[in-house]
């Protein structure tokens, strides 16, 4: 009798034993498995900690008379921006725009080659080639127009040939304008 208690207590043990290793060792390996995971939850909860100062400061620097304006401003230029017509009308649209401040500043175009759109998802670039030969005055002056067109052109490249500029005064130039609608 005292042989089947002791029988029986000695299994009793040895099944709480063993389920405590089973246990510890599923413990072990779900810290294990969980600690990589926990690493990057409390990586990604000090980057959100960086993103909460960083745009705390950008608010306290656009104070909230500053924020109007650049509300005003994004308006004002977003709708220079955006997309009016199909990709020709916009396309043809650039080039009279360069070819009335190439007029206004005294500037005979010679090749005017417009370039292929870039379409992307979000917007569109139109560009044209040029070519003219002009007095350093005026061509700076046609460049200075371009960029500050109320239609955001820009002069992407600019290649400029000084030969003959003594005796005759003037600069033949190469430039390549472009302009960026939004969809």
Same mark, same amino acid.
């Given at each position: 009798?005292?042989?089947?208690?002791?029988?029986?207590?000695?299994?009793?043990?040895?099944?709480?034993?063993?389920?405590?290793?089973?246990?510890?060792?599923?413990?072990?390996?779900?810290?294990?498995?969980?600690?990589?995971?926990?690493?990057?939850?409390? /990586?990604?909860?000090?980057?959100? #900690?960086?993103?909460?100062?960083?745009?705390?400061?950008?608010?306290?620097?656009?104070?909230?008379?500053?924020?109007?304006?650049?509300?005003?401003?994004?308006?004002?230029?977003?709708?220079?921006?955006? /997309?009016?017509?199909?990709?020709?009308?916009?396309?043809?649209?650039?080039?009279?725009? #360069?070819?009335?401040?190439?007029?206004?500043? /005294?500037?005979?175009?010679?090749?005017?080659?417009?370039?292929?759109?870039?379409?992307?998802?979000?917007?569109?670039?139109?560009?044209?080639?040029?070519?003219?030969?002009?007095?350093?005055?005026?061509?700076?002056?046609?460049?200075?127009?371009?960029?500050?067109?109320?239609?955001?052109?820009?002069?992407?490249?600019?290649?400029?040939?000084? /030969?003959?500029?003594?005796?005759?005064?003037?600069?033949?130039?190469?430039?390549?304008?472009?302009?960026?609608?939004?969809?």
């Amino acid at each position: 009798m005292m042989r089947a208690q002791l029988s029986a207590l000695l299994q009793d043990r040895t099944v709480l034993v063993h389920g405590g290793l089973i246990m510890a060792a599923v413990l072990i390996s779900a810290g294990v498995a969980l600690g990589p995971v926990r690493g990057l939850f409390r /990586k990604t909860g000090e980057a959100i #900690v960086v993103q909460e100062k960083q745009m705390a400061r950008n608010l306290r620097v656009l104070a909230p008379a500053s924020k109007n304006v650049v509300v005003r401003d994004y308006r004002q230029y977003g709708d220079a921006l955006r /997309k009016k017509g199909s990709t020709a009308e916009e396309s043809s649209a650039m080039v009279a725009e #360069v070819e009335m401040l190439a007029t206004q500043a /005294k500037i005979a175009l010679g090749a005017t080659k417009p370039r292929d759109a870039r379409i992307d998802r979000d917007y569109e670039q139109y560009a044209v080639e040029l070519e003219f030969e002009a007095p350093m005055a005026q061509a700076v002056a046609f460049l200075f127009a371009l960029e500050n067109s109320p239609q955001m052109l820009r002069v992407d490249r600019l290649v400029l040939d000084a /030969k003959g500029a003594r005796s005759s005064g003037s600069l033949k130039a190469s430039v390549i304008v472009s302009r960026v609608v939004t969809l």
